[in-house]
């Protein structure tokens, strides 16, 4: 692994000296091997930095980045890490990965533009020396998708995209459960249950939890639906009118 003194990683970097140093401060970097009082740095340094520099692109702040670069670093365990990203993690099994396996997954396609996708879409996240996927189905899917010759970077575009369709869905049905179902009466004594359930049984299980999986099967059965109707649509030989 190449290593640099403080000026030539600035430099690869494409910043100025006095941002590297400000970066440390903020402790958005791991220190670097000392010799003496010569700082050196490697190709992880090099890597967090373009990171760095593409979430900030997208908008992130460097309060939030430092938050967490702090998790990783000191190992919190993947329901925190999820907590920080701002996904739930519940019904997916995480995958923790070296660099390599990574690497393997999407042959040759780990690029720094790439990585910093897909840190901003949350799919990872780096807890010491290992990636963690947010999703063991997501990583097989996009590694299949990639086998079979669609670019990541293309990928992950559409990640994006259908993030923003998944999250106005979330909202629809949450929206229908929260204002038909949050508010029970009891049928039979006309008094309110005060348990959100829906069913007057008295069961204090979330409305929103409980329904999750009618909403999964709705959306599950339109979407198969809809592709059955585009590819018909797209497949369909237009007849000749007659003479």
Do not use: C
Not at 210 to 227: G, N
């Amino acid at each position: 692994m190449r290593e640099y003194r403080t000026e030539e990683l600035a430099e690869a970097a494409g910043i100025p000296v006095r941002t590297l140093r400000f970066y440390r401060e903020r402790k958005l970097l791991p220190p670097p091997r000392r010799e003496g009082r010569i700082a050196w740095y490697d190709d992880q340094h090099l890597a967090r930095l373009r990171t760095i520099a593409a979430l900030l692109e997208r908008g992130h702040t460097l309060g939030g980045i430092a938050e967490l670069t702090a998790a990783f670093e000191h190992g919190r365990d993947v329901g925190q890490l999820g907590e920080l990203l701002g996904i739930g993690w519940s019904e997916e099994t995480p995958v923790r990965l070296t660099p390599e396996a990574l690497a393997d997954y999407f042959e040759g396609e780990v690029t720094p533009e790439n990585l910093a996708a897909s840190l901003d879409l949350g799919y990872l996240a780096t807890d010491g020396e290992e990636i963690v996927h947010v999703s063991r189905r997501l990583l097989d899917v996009s590694s299949a998708l990639v086998g079979e010759g669609v670019p990541l970077a293309a990928v992950l575009e559409t990640a994006r995209r259908v993030r923003e369709h998944a999250d106005a869905l979330a909202a629809l049905f949450t929206d229908l459960i929260s204002t038909h179902l949050t508010a029970d009466t009891d049928t039979e004594t006309g008094t309110g249950t005060g348990t959100g359930t829906g069913t007057g049984t008295g069961t204090a299980e979330d409305p929103v939890t409980r329904l999750r999986p009618l909403a999964k099967s709705v959306v599950e059965a339109e979407l198969t639906m809809a592709m059955d109707r585009l590819h018909q649509s797209r497949t369909s030989t237009p007849q000749t009118p007659s003479s």
